[in-house]
């Protein structure tokens, strides 16, 4: 645990086509978390748009970051124009060489697949996209919330809620955790058990998997250009 009289500087990657509660969940918790400051940061100052169409707003550009104790990686359909920005990636690489900890919430996994950073961690993401973390030279460990040292991996979308509260409790203590957990009520009682694809209907599981077959592919595609580069030999 951070000595808590250092101010925690935390940060998160803002694009075009992020899912934005990969976002605004880790946001809501990490924002929190006493005597820190949180900021996010994109290629330039312009406002973009969420998958959904939700306008969203940077603080400051990628180069006027400081170093940060915290860096935060969401994901979202707009992950895969990214996955050749060595503008981003190089950010993403530097700034995760210098962190005390990364958040990476659902596909901002593959982001940081990308920037390299994966190689022999354990990891976690979307469940559409878990087939393709041992591109990245990961070992896939299909869990919510995955804890690989100073790294948090989170599953899809609100799994980012747990993993923030998980990081709150590794960065300021487990009662501080739960007093944001308080704070904001989260007690999860969804009205329907078909949150992953163990629970979810099997007609349901086959639209979803339709639904981001092309997407899939694309992400395929790319991650086998990037295992390529990368020199991960793959068994499959």
């Known amino acids: ?3 808590r009289d250092h101010h ?10 992020l899912d934005q509660i990969d976002l605004t969940g880790p946001f809501e918790v990490l924002s929190q978390i006493p005597n820190s400051t949180f900021s996010v940061y994109a290629k330039t100052t312009d406002p973009v748009r969420d998958i959904h169409g939700l306008r969203l707003s940077p603080d400051a550009p990628l180069a006027d970051a400081p ?3 915290v860096l935060h990686v969401p994901g979202g359909y707009g992950q895969e124009a990214l996955m050749a920005d060595e503008e981003v990636l190089g950010w993403v690489r530097a700034q995760a060489e210098g962190a005390k900890a990364v958040l990476s919430v659902c596909t901002g996994a593959l982001i940081c697949g990308a920037a390299g950073l ?6 976690t993401t979307h469940w559409s996209a878990l087939h393709l973390l041992p591109y990245f030279g990961a070992t896939v460990v299909p ?8 790294w948090v991996f989170a599953g899809g979308v609100t799994a980012g809620i747990d993993g923030a509260l998980q990081l709150a409790a590794e960065l ?5 955790a739960q007093r ?14 078909s949150g992953t694809p163990e ?8 639209a979803a998997r339709d639904g981001v077959a092309e997407l899939t592919a694309r992400r395929e595609a790319t991650a086998r250009r990037v295992a390529e580069q990368l020199g991960v030999a793959l068994t499959t």
């Open 1 to 3: 645990m951070i000595p």
């Open 8 to 17: 925690l500087t935390i940060g998160s990657l803002l694009f075009e086509g």
């Open 67 to 69: 170093q940060l104790d």
């Open 118 to 123: 994966l190689r022999g961690r354990r990891a």
């Open 143 to 150: 869990e919510r919330v995955v804890v690989d040292g100073n």
């Open 172 to 176: 300021r203590g487990v009662p501080a």
């Open 180 to 193: 944001i957990q308080l704070a904001i009520q989260y007690a999860p009682e969804p009205p329907f058990d």
């Open 199 to 206: 629970t979810a209907p099997a007609d349901v599981l086959a």
